[in-house]
């Protein structure tokens, strides 16, 4: 009976701190666009062509990219109330779990996609800066 209760606590606990920490992470300012899009205009001297084209890529990926991220917020809002209502690793709470993993794995395609229509207005040089950026950038990332 205890390492039943024990194995409850545990998951509910790392539930908490995983819906918790996504949470941080989905609220967290947004200074890496900015500072994607300062870098872009400061490292790669984008000539005015690419950087009419750059900012069309920005909005469009801006007007896909705000529903996802809300869909997400209200994704993690959900698991987070089922995790409270619960307090077991239940059917339900899988699936909240799984319909957050599924909107971050959206988030991460657009970005990845955004990446690269970035990088299609780019000429070779400055293509593999980008490229190279996007690669510390994740590696970065704990």
Same mark, same amino acid.
Request: no cysteine; net charge negative.
């Given at each position: 009976?205890?390492?039943?209760?024990?194995?409850?606590?545990?998951?509910?606990? +790392?539930?908490?701190?995983? !819906?918790?920490?996504? $949470?941080? %992470?989905?609220?967290?300012?947004?200074?890496? =666009? #900015?500072?994607?899009?300062?870098?872009?205009?400061?490292?790669?001297?984008?000539?005015?062509?690419?950087?009419?084209?750059?900012?069309?890529?920005?909005?469009?990926?801006?007007?896909?990219?705000?529903? +996802?991220?809300?869909?997400? !917020?209200?994704?993690? $809002?959900? %698991?987070?109330?089922?995790?409270?209502?619960? =307090? #077991?690793?239940?059917?339900?709470?899988?699936?909240?779990?799984?319909?957050?993993?599924?909107?971050?794995?959206?988030?991460?395609?657009?970005?990845?996609?955004?990446?690269?229509?970035?990088?299609?207005?780019?000429?070779?040089?400055?293509?593999?800066?980008?490229?190279?950026?996007?690669?510390?950038?994740?590696?970065?990332?704990?």
């Amino acid at each position: 009976m205890k390492a039943t209760f024990f194995f409850f606590v545990v998951v509910i606990g +790392v539930a908490a701190i995983s !819906a918790v920490t996504t $949470r941080l %992470l989905i609220d967290r300012p947004q200074p890496q =666009a #900015a500072s994607l899009h300062d870098w872009l205009h400061e490292r790669l001297d984008l000539t005015q062509e690419q950087s009419v084209a750059i900012d069309q890529i920005e909005a469009e990926f801006a007007t896909k990219e705000k529903p +996802v991220r809300e869909a997400f !917020a209200a994704a993690n $809002r959900d %698991l987070a109330a089922l995790i409270g209502a619960e =307090a #077991a690793y239940t059917p339900e709470v899988a699936e909240a779990v799984e319909q957050v993993h599924h909107l971050m794995g959206e988030l991460q395609k657009l970005s990845i996609e955004h990446l690269f229509a970035m990088a299609s207005v780019l000429d070779p040089g400055q293509r593999e800066k980008l490229i190279h950026y996007a690669e510390m950038a994740l590696t970065e990332f704990h």
